[in-house]
């Protein structure tokens, strides 16, 4: 009887034991990288606008060039204006800080620049002593950060990132950490996450300047438009000091880039090319359009023909990497000429039949396009990872990740490397 009993209670703590490791959840040890924003009120903002020391190329974005200056966006810092009276020896001769700036165009004395959701005119009569004109509120209500994080001070602006790596044990399978609701942090989970970092994106009047084709802003005097990630704005820069915004009209999801040609705006977005009409400046008329799968899209265009890049990689999720060239002589039907593929494109510029295209890590690469369904490469600038192009006549201005690079077009159709700016230990 002793025997059973003992048995019998041996049976029960087994079960109970057994009951109690159901219970339990398998725990697991998972690492996030938590990124905390830093917050400036928008006067301390603006209070940082202003002429500086020179300071090195440290990582360059859009550009813009007018005369014998170059105008080259320090993302998120300013802007360095370059004297590149001589192309061999260019001179980093001024910088404007203004704290969250990427895009920019220059009218006259006059620069008007993205100021993180603002747009801000400068008077640059005097490099050394800028003046703010005036502050355009809520021109790029868009402008993300961190992955469509909006900052929770809505009074504040997020100006940069702290970040921290946290491992946490947690169960197995659940959101965690990972799907608290944290408003003060925003939290990728490093396993499941792909992380690619945060910050806090021709033929012209000789007075516009020259921008890339990665630029947010056009200049066709005495108007400039802007693009959101939406919309497009147009301003009259009559009075070059004071942009009287005119306008807003929604064009569509993904809108990344704006070029001008003659009295067109053609317009690059994760969908496809929209083309404007200017014969009302004041309120441009949707006269065409071309569709495309989803892949981040600039383009450049002359009377007859457009170019299109189109590129994986970032918030283009496309797996497309090619070249597009679209017949456009009938605005309002584009055609599909023929696609190249390409290596990872971004920006491009094109030159009566040549054509320049930044393929990413594959280079600079130069096309004779007179043939559009046989174009010929003619050279490849390597050793760089390119971002935009700037061709005016035989000169070719580089932006790329470590700087920025000058070159001839030989009469062999070969690049002559003529200069770079870039960081002083490259």
């Known amino acids: 009887m002793k025997a059973l009993q003992k048995l019998s209670r041996l049976l029960a703590l087994c079960l109970f034991v ?21 917050y400036q009120t928008t006067q301390q903002v603006r209070n940082a606008i202003g002429s500086a020391t020179p300071r090195p190329i440290e ?21 360095h204006i370059i004297d590149n009276s001589n192309p ?25 620049a993205d100021l993180y959701a603002d747009m801000v005119t400068i008077d640059i009569s005097d490099p050394t002593n800028v003046k703010v004109k005036q502050y355009q509120p809520g021109v790029f209500p868009f402008r993300m950060w961190a992955n469509g994080f909006v900052a929770s001070d809505t009074n504040k602006i997020i100006t940069e990132w702290i970040r921290r790596d946290t491992t946490v044990k947690e169960e197995c399978g659940s959101t965690g950490f990972f799907g608290k609701d944290r408003k003060d942090v925003v939290i990728f989970d490093m396993m499941a996450a792909s992380f690619s970092g945060i910050r806090a994106n021709a033929s012209r009047p000789p007075s516009s300047g020259q921008s890339g084709s990665m630029a947010r802003f056009a200049l066709v005097e005495p108007y400039l438009y802007t693009v959101t990630t939406n919309a497009l704005n147009t301003f009259d ?23 001008p040609f003659k009295q067109n705006l053609f317009i690059g977005s994760a969908t ?4 404007y009409g200017l014969s009302n400046p004041a309120a441009p008329i949707r006269t065409g359009m071309f569709s495309h799968a989803r892949a981040c899209d600039p383009v450049v265009a002359d009377d ?23 017949d456009v002589r009938n605005l309002s039907a584009p055609v599909l000429v023929k696609t190249y593929p390409m290596t990872n494109p971004h920006g491009l ?16 690469k130069w096309y004779d396009v007179r043939d559009k369904r046989n174009i010929q490469l003619l050279d490849i600038a390597t050793g760089m990872e390119t971002y935009d192009v700037i061709v005016s006549g035989d000169l070719v201005m580089l932006v790329a990740k ?23 230990s490259k």
């Open 402 to 424: 470590d700087g920025l690079y000058q070159y001839r077009l030989g009469v062999n159709n070969r690049f002559s490397l003529l200069s770079k700016i870039g960081y002083p």
């Open 59 to 79: 990582e360059p974005g859009k550009f813009f060039v007018k005369g014998n200056y170059i105008f080259l966006n320090e993302i998120d810092k300013g802007i």
């Open 272 to 275: 496809g090319m929209f083309i």
């Open 237 to 259: 820069i009559s009075n070059p000091s004071l942009p009287v915004f005119k306008g807003n009209q929604e064009i569509g999801w993904g809108i990344e880039t704006i070029y």
């Open 18 to 38: 057994l009951s109690f490791s159901a219970c339990m959840k398998d725990t697991c040890w998972k690492t996030y990288a938590v990124f905390t924003p830093v």
């Open 88 to 112: 061999a020896t260019p001179v980093n001769k001024y910088f404007i800080a203004i704290p969250g700036n990427q895009d920019l165009a220059v009218s006259g004395n006059f620069l008007y």
């Open 304 to 326: 007859d023909f457009a170019y299109v890049t189109l590129r994986s990689g970032t918030t283009c999720t496309n797996a497309t990497n090619q070249l597009d060239i679209l």
């Open 349 to 364: 510029a094109v030159q009566g039949d040549d054509l320049f295209i930044c393929d990413g890590k594959a280079g600079l």
